[in-house]
């Protein structure tokens, strides 16, 4: 499914704010899309009603996301995937597929294995209700994301007696742009049902954010704003800690709240 044309009036009263990286780039060299590549490893939501509103008026609907481990069948199993899933699990993101380790020959990336799936047992440690960890079953994030849009559809039946026909504007960073549109085509390969919808970069949609989003970057590496599989302190080889979809939807949530405060004065 293409996305919807727009207008600002359909983010007056509902937006998601959301995040995605997919276990490989969504950069590919071949002219044909290939939505195996674009298997999502982690996601995160915030369906946020009266989102331009301060105080009790704005609303936090859904603030959940998940991390995948995927099935090998998911993405292409070639030695250019797998070289590329490997660099990326080393340096953006720490989740590596489900590989037995009887299947990979090479020490560091058994480590980086082994490293991921601690970190994934650490995580259900912590009982975060609001992270969903899969390994395998691709429907769990399917059921995931009809939970977003379920609740998007009551906010509109309980609010919205005219029942106009709209467009449901998702709102990501401009870095995660690509990944956000790729991961909905895997969606919609995988039998998702989306109402008319528009991904848009919060930086494109209110032109005035791109200098709040960098002088905010900081709270996306604050350990309170980060998932349970991406603590701060688990640092890559750029010593930094590795990239967090819920750290984004954070930062959106934060730069939302600076606006609407302006917006109020």
């Known amino acids: 499914m293409s996305e919807s044309p727009f207008t600002d009036a359909d983010a007056e009263d509902l937006v998601v704010f959301v995040s995605f990286q997919t276990l490989l780039s969504t950069e590919a060299e071949s002219p044909v899309e290939n939505t195996k590549r674009y298997v999502p490893v982690e996601g995160h939501y915030a369906v946020v009603a009266y989102p331009w509103c301060g105080g009790e008026k704005c609303q936090l609907l859904y603030n959940k996301g998940f991390v995948h481990s995927p099935n090998t069948n998911l ?10 899933w490997i660099q990326r699990v080393k340096a953006r993101h720490g989740i590596a597929p489900q590989r037995s380790y009887d299947s990979i020959v090479r020490k560091d990336v058994k480590d980086l294995v082994r490293r991921s799936r601690r970190y994934l047992v650490n995580a259900q440690n912590t009982g975060d209700a609001s992270l969903m960890l899969v390994e395998n079953e691709k429907e769990h994030l399917q059921f995931q994301i009809e939970d977003v849009l379920s609740a998007v559809e009551n906010f509109y039946r309980l609010t919205d007696s005219t029942q106009r026909e709209r467009t449901l504007i998702f709102i990501t960073t401009n870095d995660r742009l690509k990944m ?9 390969e995988i039998g998702t049902r989306f109402p008319p919808y528009a991904v848009v970069a919060m930086e494109e949609f209110i032109p005035a954010t791109g200098e709040l989003l960098s002088e905010t970057d900081n709270v996306r590496h604050l350990d309170h704003n980060r ?15 590795y990239d967090c979809c819920r750290a984004d939807v954070s930062t959106l949530l934060l730069v939302r709240r600076y606006l609407a405060e302006y917006l109020a004065e």
């Open 180 to 188: 956000v549109r790729a991961v909905f085509k895997w969606f919609s």
């Open 227 to 241: 998932c349970a599989v991406h603590p701060a302190s688990s640092l890559n080889c750029f010593l930094r800690p």
């Open 75 to 84: 993405f292409p199993q070639t030695d250019k995937c797998d070289r590329e």
